[in-house]
Every structure is written in C-alpha cells, then in structure tokens.
C-alpha cells in the first residue's frame, strides 16, 4: 500500500445493462462527491434509476419492441445517465466509502467485455485493476451465483500474471443483486469471494449495521426499481463503508514491531495428528509468528442454547459473557486465549476413514456467538483456514470456516488446504509459502487495526431480527455498561498500538 498518496477503491459494474460507461463513469464519480447525506444520494438514486428506465422506454421498450433491438439502442447511448439496478447498489456502497477519505474510480466490466464474447481495450482494463488498492464488485445474480461479466473478470485474473501480482494482497468486497429478496444474493457473493480470496486477494463483508455478512444483497424485480430497497442499499453502503475503512486504515498503519500473534484452533482431529502436523508446518516455514495452540477437539464444549440475551451483559472484552457457566463446559477458560490475537487459523483434518476422527468444530463455532454479539470482539482479526485433507475425503471445510468466520468481521485469506496422500503432503513447498504469505498479511492487519489515525467508534453489534436482544441491549446502554466497554477496548488499543507498533521516525 502506497502511505504517500490515498488508498483507491475501484467500483466495478458487472451487468451487461449497466447505464454508465466512457465519460459517464466519471460523470457518476463527480456527481457522488457532490452529495452530502444520506437522503440526498437516496434522491439521487432514484433519480437516476427513472433515467434508467427512461433508457429502456425510449429504446424500444415502449413500444413493445424485441430485446435484442432495444438493447442494440441502448449501447449507441453515451453511457452518461442513469443507473442499472447493480449500478444503483454500486453507487450506494462508494459514495459511504467517500467518508473514508478513499479515492474512488469506476469501471463498467460491459465497457471492455462485449456481449459477443470479444475483450476491448484489455490494457486499460488492466491499468484499473493494477491500480487500484481495493476491488468492490457489484453485479446480478444467475441461478444463484454472479454473472458472466464478472466470471470473465475472474477468469481475467486468473489467467493475467501481471494481474495476479498486483492484486495479490489487496482488498475485495462484493454486492449482489437478485430479483427476489432471497434470490441467490448470498451463495453469489460466496462464491465470488471465494474466487477472489483463491486469487490472492483479502475479502470483506458488510459492516455492523445491517450485521456482518457476506455483502450487499439488493432486491430488484425489474428496471429501476433497486433504489426502492432501502435494507438492500444500507447492505451496500455497509460494504462500501467496511472496505473504505480498512483501505485507510491499511494506508496509514504503523509497521509492526515484532511478531504477529496468530491462535490455532484445532477443530478436527485425528491421534493428535493435524497439530503435530501445524506444528511441523510453522518450524518448516521458518516464519516468525508468536502461536498459541488450542487443542479445541479435546475440550469439553456445551452446546449453544439460542438465548435470546446473549450475550448475557455488555461489558469488557476480559470478561465471558456467554450464559452456559457449568464446570462441564470448558469454554470460559477458553475466553482469555481468544483475545487479543492478531490472526486466527481455524484448523481440521480432513480423512477418508472417519472411524477415529473427534470432531468439536460445529458446537465451538455456534458457541462464539457471544463473540459476535459483544460487538464483534474479532473484529479487523485476519483469518485463514487450514486443511490437512487427505485426498477423496470430500469434506468442505474451507468453504464451511470461511463463510462461518467472515461474520466475525474479519479479513478472510486464502484457505491453505494440504493435500495427502497415503501419509505424505504432496504440495509442501506450496504450503510454506502460504502460511509465510499469511504471516505478511497478518502483521499488515494487526498494525492498521493498531494505528488509530481516526476516531472510529468500536463497530457495534445490531441485532438485527433479535426483538427482545435489542431491547436488552438498550436496556444495558442506559447503564452506560457499552460505553465502559468501548472505553476500555479503545484504551487496550492505544496501549498495544504504543506498544507493539514502530515509532515514526521525525523528520528533521
């Protein structure tokens, strides 16, 4: 990340109906930064959705004309009014990622990947992704996953080395638009950040107002009608905020003075063999990494309840604060091992011959919803699950931790999944090199979650479809208990950041 210029976001548009392309782009750029709150950009969106729909009415559509001709109309447009329903969604989430100082660029993917399958002005495409610092991509939903603009992006990616080093370790988040409220919105962002997380980059969700998830989730029936979705739009500018955040942060961080923290979670295990196996993987690297190891498998671990008070109070991060307090349940003595991490590796064996295999992951999982709910106490942590998986077992672990652990409102990496065969890990030297590039990443997150250039308020957990949870968290915030929480979570960050972080050298 380069400190001496602002971090840039680049909004990617995927839909073939997108309204903006050429000058249009930047048009929509200028007109975002015109706008100062809330309900001016929800006018402004509506607006521009009319326009939209407009397009279609003159093109054709009016008149009953066949798509293909109203489409072929559409594209002699000069692609600088107006906003598709994934374009609405897109312009939600940078205007919200405005506020973090970010400079924004847009890209239409339908500018330079043509309906007939032919790539245009590829260089310039390129140049936009090299770029920027961060990828939001927003698009419609197909059968539950994205579509093929934003598949050929990936492919782009995928295939373009110079594409691949320069995205490597830079931020993505997505949005999804779907013609019914739950129309694929999710497994499309799922899937999505998968890909981008397999390329090398470092995915987010949304932020904690609309609570940690996956994205944004639009709902759009037809031709403008995205900006009616208010939930749908606070899910989008959730995301613009949560990457915009991030991005600065990342531009303004501290180096780290010392070794990353990074807690291993052994969640399936066989004889003890995937942390012998973590262990051996960590000396092999030679990276170093300060490591706590929680044998998770052989803990005694209740199971969740669903208690419509959890947690049970707000109060320091210190404290458990889950309900279950029996002395059969090894989870509070858990708690103070779980803190203060700077990276956390959920780790499992993956067998053929399940008969031996002890399995603690499901009910440990469902048991850090106290976690989450006392204002996402893992919050900005990185994540990277690893896989000892030996070949034909057909477990999905990778996809289950990732998609589990991202509504922690953490920083996901790449899985690192070894692959064994009678024994023996067939992609050793690919395993090293991973966990040493996870390391990087975790002393990169761990010193901008550390350096507080802005006065951020610590994210809040919403209970959002939780009736009696918010009343008793309001309940609690009138004791002032959360404001003694953010309190001393704060001062705990300004100590480890004075702490664990360089000092700025002055400049004479």
Known sequence: MNNARKPKLLGIAASLRNARWGIGNDKLLSSLKEIATKEELFEFLKVESELHLENFLQAGRKEGKDFLEIYDHLRKNKGDKGLSNSEVALAAALWAALKFGVELDHLSLSEHFLATGQIRNLDKLKEKLISADGLLLSGPVYFGDRGSLAQSLQDLIRQDHDLREHLHGKLYAGIAVGAKRNGGQETTLIYQMLDMIHAGL????????????????????????????????DTSMGTGRRIGSLLQKLSHRRELDGNPKVLFLILQDRAGEALLRTQQLIAQAGVPIDATFIDIVNKKILRCLACDICPTHIDVDENYRCIISSSKDDMKNLHEDMLHQDAIVPVVLSAIDASEVVNNYQTFIER????????????????????????GSRENYAVRMMTSMIRHHTVMAQPMIAHILDGRILNEGQMKAEFAQFAHWASDIAAARLTEFMDDAVTKYNPVGYVLSSNKDAEDEKLLKRAKMIEERRGRNVADADARLKKKVPIE
Do not use: C, W
């Open 202 to 233: 470092l995915a987010l969700g949304n932020d904690s107002d609309t609570t940690a998830q996956y994205g944004g989730t639009g709902h759009a029936g037809d031709i403008g009608t995205m900006h009616k979705d208010t939930y749908g739009l």
């Open 368 to 391: 850090t919803r106290y976690l989450r709910r006392g204002d996402y106490m893992l919050g900005n942590t990185l994540v990277a699950p690893l896989i000892f998986e030996e070949l």
